[in-house]
């Protein structure tokens, strides 16, 4: 089955340690991007990377790192959290070709106290 | 900077209603338009892709159309089911270079009564 997963699904933690979110994908995506979502403010981008050691900031990267050392793999870093980056997150992959539909992950909801 | 508008902000109905909801962007050069489903909790599913050069879409119950020029999309449900009752997402990714995100509209968050 064609997907997109995360991991983990919940998080809790507190200011300052160190924790990483995993995203793959089994699409053979040459693009992955890591988006969160707040109320009132919808989905917006973090960061992005078009293929294999090649990432790019979104729209609201600060406090956050990525990594591409694998195609299949895109995950998310936050080094030093703090609470404002309680929010949901979101991988998603898409084709840089042809329709260019993305397919999101289920999601990670991560709590900063 | 592209900016999408999703309204109703939230719609409730009772069972059975034809519905429509509505998607405007501001920047008419897009690539394409796609409608998502969120349920609570869970992440999107895709519904309906729509690329600029096309004008409706349609899966089962669902027909999204696609008005480039006014900056319009619409997502439209016939026969509401109280399994439709979700969070429904528009967002659009803009043409030129591959590597663009997508803008996404705040949602309408959808109620279908039994």
């Known amino acids: 089955e064609a997907q997109v997963t995360q991991n983990p699904r919940y998080l809790i933690t507190v200011t300052g340690k160190k924790l990483t979110v995993t995203c793959s994908q089994n699409m053979n995506h040459e693009y992955m991007s890591w988006y969160r979502q707040d109320p009132g403010l919808g989905l917006r981008q973090i960061y992005y990377s078009m293929n294999v050691e090649v990432t790019d900031k979104g729209d609201v990267p600060e406090g956050y790192k990525v990594s591409r050392k694998e195609k299949r793999n895109f995950p998310l870093i936050l080094e030093s959290p703090s609470p404002n980056q309680t929010s949901l997150y979101f991988c998603a992959s898409r084709p840089v070709m042809g329709t260019y539909e993305q397919y999101f992950g289920p999601g990670t909801r991560l709590t900063v106290t | 900077k592209q900016e999408v508008t999703q309204i109703p902000a939230a719609l409730s109905v009772p069972e059975g209603e034809n519905l429509v909801l509505n998607c405007s962007f501001t920047?008419?050069?897009?690539?394409?338009l796609q409608w998502f489903r969120q349920d609570p909790g869970k992440g999107l599913t895709s519904l309906l892709l729509i690329q600029s050069s096309q004008r409706e879409q349609t899966s089962g119950r669902l027909n999204a159309s696609l008005d480039k020029s006014s900056g319009r999309s619409t997502l439209y449900i016939a026969a509401s089911q109280p399994g439709d009752s979700a969070t429904y997402l528009c967002?659009?990714?803009?043409?030129?270079?591959?590597?663009?995100?997508?803008?996404f509209g705040k949602g309408t968050h959808l109620i279908i009564q039994p």
């Open positions: 967002a659009v990714r803009e043409s030129g270079g591959g590597a663009d995100g997508l803008t």
């Open positions: 920047d008419s050069a897009i690539y394409n």
